[in-house]
């Protein structure tokens, strides 16, 4: 073992020379088959410098042990020869995989001898005359490992870069695919000699730049041979693609190769293996999905028929080169890449190489994307490689070439870190490890030998962070150069491409969007710095909505109101989420628009993180009445009670909207149901403090401060249930009782003038959404009285009432005016809404014909009964009128049921066992569902509508608001139809009684 003096000495060469485990690797160099070297400098630097040497001096010694009685010599030979030496000892410290296979196969090491340029790049010949001598699954393998020795030799050395090293694992593949091909037909000639087989590389294979351990896509195409049937022929040829697969994935006493994945294909893992030519075409023409053209860009013939592969290309290559026509084509590449990440798991995301934002499949899909885009009209761009494909966007002038110099060498870095790990135990991952002896592993690989872990993690977050912008830089940044000159030295794009890379966003007039962004965008002003600094990420939100022109559009109006104002753009800059939310606001619809351009400065709202939740009803009354008490005249108080509703309006609807779409930051809202009820809850409140304003300002205007009567104001309707939506009318009863020593008709002069004026200045001509007051549901309809006293209701409901006023009853609730009289006409209500002995079967049966009536008069002519939220098929009328029948039935006894609000009462039946738990549910469903359509229509339309809209982008729209992505608007109507029906046959049994 040596002196302690000398162990001492070696010991500390050891740490200086990269070893973490010095005692180890003592011990090893102690051992007698490695005598002839141990004492020579050469091997220790030699070692040194390799990515591991603890893992490559144990990978020296398992190699020189099975060697023999020729160990000795094998050492000599590695240390006499520095290239030899650095190839060998390069490998056994990156790679125990391959380590492991040497040991196994000893002699393989002379595959890493011969060093002439021919050697430098071998290309698929060169492979095959290696692969030459296999004849099966195992021999194929052992050849396979033996070519992978040199090609990785070639990659930890340096003779290679990782675009090199990617491009001769896609040529041995191709040899494999070769030789495993040959292997399938000796063994069954006779079906060899029924087809003719093609095999096409797809994926990385296909694109020249394959990882060391990776899936190997494909797809086959087959045809009879002159004279053969051709299902037969298909039939051999499945049965030999089927033998190809098998010999390269399965797993033998020499491990695996690769897995061979045909899913690809058409129809995926469901569809046939093989195909024909012409079936492929038929495919492809009629129901292929964006995905797949995007998937043909890497298509290369590699194996099999070289005439059929080369006229399978020919055959798809110009459908590939139409995608980017296709509707909802930017939207389908963006939503695939959204569902690849949305499939990592969580625990994973930070360490996800390949697949994670910022990894490498964000570059691959950008290059991609603008492929397709540009690809059209400029044949240079036709390139399977990622790089060659990048290279070719910046000479064309579709990327900065900064950009694409910045991107290019981030992906090589990436790439090379996915190499190296993957060539440690030749393992199929993505996945940065955790261990620290791992990150040092490979930061010493890659060249940062000075605290290679803290060097790696710096490296790889730099040109990660370079990557997540990636979608800025390479897709939307160069459209603000067709308008307006940028950097210097970075390439214009044309204005035909421009607009090219506009319409395939989804722009349906790229021309206007070109003359909005020069607007924006051009001059040296700070506004215009500032601008095409945001543009570029606005751009890809709005194209990411139902309507990228209205977003554009909107943007534009806004910045030309606000563009001066210092806070507007350093809020969109700074402040993360307020651009994001304000993409989203402006493209999904007119009403949110609308109601910021008329008061811009409410785009505040947007960047403060309490800004979207709404304000209740004890927070605005306060506000209005004090703003009213302010106002010089009546018109004016309302003016301005408007201008506070026409502000939170805007706030409930963009909480609404980013609730419903979300953001990058805050997914959406996961219950429908809450979004509904905060919708409902914000409106009300809004509307009842809006009403108080103008009762205020109608009672200054003529009586100062005190009306001579006590007025109330009785919330009906979807205003006393808290339900309202954007567009609804605010249902009230007026109530009042005159002031002690006041005139009774003195007090009904009063009560009725300030009823007048109320609803004069609520209708003062505004271009804001109205605030209508619909009083018909007050005793005895349109002929009844406007207001009147609480004992001229008490008389009226004892003597008087119909069932209909009654149940109008089970929603009135005090929203503006005297408290105490709110409270008291709710006294007077409670025993009419709630009846002591429920309702006798007389009763129910005029409720049930008032319904059946309702429904056949009352549908407007021509109205889809299956689709009117309103009046139609388990419709809001459907299950309101059903839950409203539990509650006159049983409300008195059920102490649940005693509310305004439909859902709450609903589960309250369910609770009491009124109603079944399944049966409730598929009530609240529909009535959910009706409610947000409503919603939707009126965000994107800007006006109320109780069905579907018939314009398609208006359609879009609304099914982006309910969750529905691009191309989804059938399923959209089929799951209304589908949640209204089975609710329908719920309020068939329990309020028709079956």
């Known amino acids: 073992m040596g002196s302690p003096g000398r162990r001492s000495s070696t010991f500390t060469r050891l740490l200086r020379h990269g070893f973490t485990d010095p005692s180890a690797a003592e011990r090893l160099l102690e051992l007698p088959v490695l005598s002839a070297v141990r004492g020579d400098p050469v091997l220790l630097d030699a070692l040194g410098a390799t990515a591991d040497p603890d893992l490559a001096l144990r990978g020296l010694v398992r190699l020189a042990e099975a060697q023999q009685d020729e160990g000795r010599q094998l050492l000599g030979t590695v240390l006499s020869a520095k290239p030899l030496r650095d190839r060998l000892l390069g490998v056994l410290g ?19 001898v011969t060093y002439e340029s021919v050697d430098l790049h071998p290309g698929v010949e060169d492979f095959e005359r290696g692969l030459a001598g296999a004849t099966d699954a195992v021999s194929l393998r052992v050849a396979y490992r033996r070519c992978l020795l040199a090609i990785a030799a070639r990659d930890v050395c340096g003779t290679t870069d990782v675009a090199e090293t990617a491009a001769e694992l896609a040529d041995l593949a191709t040899a494999t695919l070769r030789r495993a091909l040959a292997i399938a037909s000796a063994a069954a000639p006779e079906d060899a000699a029924l087809c003719r087989l093609a095999v096409i590389a797809m994926g990385k294979c296909g694109g020249h730049e394959l990882n060391y351990v990776s899936d190997v896509d494909v797809i086959f195409v087959g045809e009879p041979v002159e004279g053969a049937d051709e299902q037969k022929a298909v039939r051999a040829a499945t049965r030999l693609a089927s033998h190809l697969m098998r010999i390269c994935s399965e797993t033998t006493v020499e491990g695996t190769i690769w897995p061979v994945d045909a899913n690809l294909r058409p129809e995926g893992r469901n569809g046939p293996l093989v195909r024909t030519l012409s079936s492929h075409l038929a495919y492809y023409q009629r129901w292929a999905k964006t995905w797949e053209f995007q998937a043909l860009l890497k298509a290369r013939p590699v194996a099999g028929d070289a005439q059929l592969g080369a006229a399978y290309l020919e055959a798809v290559s110009p459908l590939v080169w139409q995608a980017a026509e296709r509707e909802n084509f930017v939207a389908d590449v963006q939503k695939m890449r959204r569902r690849v990440v949305d499939n990592i798991p969580v625990a994973q995301v930070d360490r996800e190489l390949k697949l994670g934002p910022g990894g490498l499949r964000d570059v691959e899909f950008a290059v991609q994307l603008l492929q397709l885009v540009h690809g059209r009209s400029d044949a240079t761009l036709h390139s399977g490689s990622t790089l060659e494909a990048l290279a070719a966007l910046a000479a064309g002038g579709y990327v900065g070439r900064a950009d694409a110099a910045q991107l290019d ?10 190499h190296r790990i993957q060539l440690f135990r030749l393992r199929r991952t993505h996945l940065v490890p955790e261990a620290d002896e791992d990150l040092r592993r490979l930061g010493r690989s890659l060249g940062l030998r000075t605290d290679p872990v803290a060097g790696l993690n710096r490296e790889w977050r730099r040109h990660a962070s370079v990557v997540r912008r990636l979608h800025e830089k390479l897709f939307y940044r160069p459209l603000l150069d067709a308008v307006a000159q940028l950097t210097p030295g970075e390439t214009r794009l044309s204005a035909k491409a421009a607009g090219q890379r506009l319409e395939a966003l989804g722009y349906a007039d790229p021309a206007a969007a070109l003359r909005h962004l020069e607007a924006l965008s051009s001059g040296v002003t700070r506004k215009a710095a500032i601008q095409r600094t945001l543009l570029p990420v606005l751009l890809g939100w709005f194209a990411d909505s139902a309507d990228p022109d209205a977003g554009l559009l909107g943007f534009r109006k806004v910045s030309d109101a606000l563009g001066k104002t210092p806070w507007y753009l350093r809020l969109l800059r700074d402040e993360g989420a307020a651009a994001e939310n304000l993409a989203r606001v402006l493209s999904a619809g007119r009403l949110a628009p609308d109601l910021l351009l008329r008061a811009p400065e409410a785009v505040a709202i947007l960047g403060a993180p309490e800004g979207l939740e ?39 609807a963009a909480a ?120 018909d549901l007050r005793p005895e309809g349109k002929s009844g009285p406007l207001v009147r006293t609480l004992k001229s209701y008490a008389a009226y409901y004892r003597r008087w009432s119909l069932g209909w006023e009654s149940q109008a009853l089970l929603r009135a609730e005090p929203m503006a005016g005297d408290p105490d009289l709110g409270r008291r006409f709710i006294e007077l209500a409670d025993p009419l809404r709630y009846p002591e002995r429920g309702l006798d079967d007389a009763a129910v ?61 609903l589960t309250a039946a369910a609770e009491a066992g009124l109603i079944d738990a399944q049966d409730a549910q598929v009530l609240d469903e529909a009535w959910v569902l009706a409610t947000r359509v409503r919603n939707g229509v009126m965000l994107v339309r800007g006006r109320a509508g109780d069905t579907f809209p018939s314009d398609g982008r208006e359609m879009a729209a609304v099914g982006r608001y309910l969750g529905y992505g691009p191309g989804h608007v059938g399923e959209m109507v089929e799951d209304y139809r589908r949640t209204t029906r089975r609710a329908r046959a719920v309020v068939e049994e329990l309020f028709y009684g079956g």
């Not at 990156?94 to 890493?112: F, I, K, M, Q």
């Not at 060498?409 to 996915?418: G, I, K, N, Q």
């Not at 302010?630 to 506070?644: F, P």
């Open 409 to 418: 060498e981030a992906y090589r870095f990436l790439r090379a870190m996915e």
């Open 94 to 112: 990156s790679s125990e995989a391959l380590a492991d296979h040497l040991a196994r196969h000893p002699r393989d090491w002379e595959a890493l």
């Open 656 to 775: 609404d909207i980013i609730g419903s779409y979300g953001t990058e930051d805050s997914p959406a809202e996961p219950d429908p149901g809450a979004l509904v009820d905060r919708v409902g809850q914000a409106v009300t409140d809004l509307n009842a403090a809006t009403i108080a304003g103008a009762l205020r300002a109608a009672v200054r205007g003529q009586w100062g401060d005190t009306l001579p009567t006590r007025f109330a104001v009785i919330g009906m309707g979807r205003f006393g249930g808290h339900e309202l939506g954007y567009g609804s009318d605010a249902d009230v009863l007026f109530v009042h009782e005159p002031r002690e020593g006041v005139d009774e008709q003195e007090a009904a002069r009063a009560a009725n003038a300030v009823v007048a004026e109320m609803r004069r200045l609520l209708q003062l001509p505004t271009a804001d959404p109205p605030l209508l007051i619909d009083a």
């Open 845 to 905: 049966r005029e409720i049930r014909r008032l319904k059946a009536r309702m429904e056949t008069e009352r549908l407007p002519r021509g109205a889809d009964p299956a689709l009117h939220t309103k009046l139609g098929r388990g419709g809001l009328s459907d299950v309101e009128w059903t839950v409203q029948l539990l509650q006159m039935r049983h409300g008195h006894t059920v102490p649940g049921l005693r509310t305004t609000r439909t859902r709450r009462a």
């Open 614 to 652: 709404p304000r209740g009803r004890s927070h605005l009354e306060p506000e209005i009445l004090a703003a009213v008490g302010r106002a010089e005249d009546a018109e004016l108080a309302v003016a301005v009670a408007r201008g506070v509703r026409r502000r939170e309006l805007f706030r409930t």
